[in-house]
């Protein structure tokens, strides 16, 4: 179960659709491959298989877990570079340790987001606490990439701790659905985080049987992932399941229903709801780098290895291995 839950019957309720708004029609659905990230811990690639202008200006997003670690099994990333977009990791459930070359850094937990503009260039480093290590435990969450603007590209590293407490929380209008708003605006209610891409992101439970159905910024893309659960979405009622990413057409509205019968140990929809304002500027992406050219990935590539991206702090964070595991 998601860590943010609340009294849907208490919350600000997303005003019903009205004649004049067109309802965003399902343009293409995908199922993301399984994959192993860092030093091996699983992905699903929810971005598989998708062209890159439908997903501008997002670049890249992996569902981490979900999984129930047994002691010592927890992995994450070692230390790594990053320029020319923003990362977004987001925790659903359990825990991450973040520390970056720019003094940011902190724990990530059940429900908290880490929103890191690499912009000209930052080193970091993202791992499971020691303690969740030891002792294994539930581990369920995202890395989105968002791309920034050639203006923005070199812009100074930044680091924003959202906590889980400060999501912005709405209601579907028959409080069968609950709405956490990270980032951007929902039916004139604002999410916590700043952005330099213009964007959205929520994170939506549905109940069995219920309908999410909310205004969309009708200049912006706009993408339904599923994160755990079965449904349907669209005006046509597209069925869309767990690991499966609906990229929707031009409109003012998104829909999305869960089924009436889930698994017992899904309980609900879960889905991750994602647009923006495309860039619609040549990317070049290679590992690490999201630049615009060729050219620019190798300038990153050599700043890197020369040490223009900042040190790794004295004392800094490492991988935790388990009691009695050799580090390798």
């Known amino acids: 179960m998601p860590a943010i839950t609340a009294d849907t019957l208490t919350l600000p309720r997303i005003t019903a659709a009205t004649p004049d708004q067109a309802e965003r029609p399902v343009r293409s659905i995908t199922t993301g491959p399984r994959g192993i990230e860092g030093e091996g811990f699983p992905v699903v690639r929810a971005f ?34 990053h320029r020319g977009f923003e990362t977004v990791t987001y925790m659903i459930d359990g825990q991450f340790a973040h520390q970056d070359s720019h003094g940011g850094g902190g724990l990530i937990g059940d429900g908290a987001t880490q929103w890191m503009t690499a912009g000209s260039g930052i080193l970091h480093i993202e791992t499971p606490p020691a303690e969740l290590v030891e002792s294994g435990g539930l581990f369920h969450g995202l890395q989105l990439w968002v791309n920034l603007p050639r203006a923005d590209k070199f812009a100074a590293p930044r680091y924003q701790s959202i906590e889980a407490e400060q999501a912005g929380l709405l209601s579907s209008a028959d409080g069968g659905a609950l709405l956490r708003l990270i980032a951007g605006d929902v039916d004139g209610h604002r999410g916590p985080g700043v952005t330099h891409t213009p964007i959205t992101v929520a994170h939506a439970t549905v109940q069995p049987g219920a309908r999410l159905n909310l205004p969309w910024d009708r200049s912006f893309n706009a993408l339904v992932y599923v994160l755990s659960g079965r449904g349907s979405v669209g005006p046509d009622g597209h069925p869309i399941e767990q690991g499966q990413l609906a990229v929707l057409g031009a409109g003012d509205r998104i829909t999305v229903d869960a089924a009436a019968t889930q698994d017992a140990n899904r309980p609900a929809l879960e889905v991750l709801l994602l647009g923006g ?7 070049f992406h290679y590992g690490p780098f999201v630049m615009n050219t060729k050219a620019e990935v190798i300038e990153a590539l050599e700043d890197y290895q020369a040490g223009r991206f900042g040190a790794i702090p004295a004392g800094a964070l490492r991988p935790h291995r388990a009691t009695g595991q050799r580090s390798g």
Do not use: C, N
């Not at 298989?49 to 990333?77: C, I, K, N, W």
């Open 48 to 81: 598989a298989g998708v062209s890159a202008a439908d997903l501008d200006p997002f670049v890249h997003l992996d569902q981490m877990g979900e999984v129930d670690y047994e002691p010592g099994e927890p992995r994450g990333t070692d230390w790594h570079p």
């Open 277 to 283: 304002k495309p860039i619609r500027e040549r990317v």
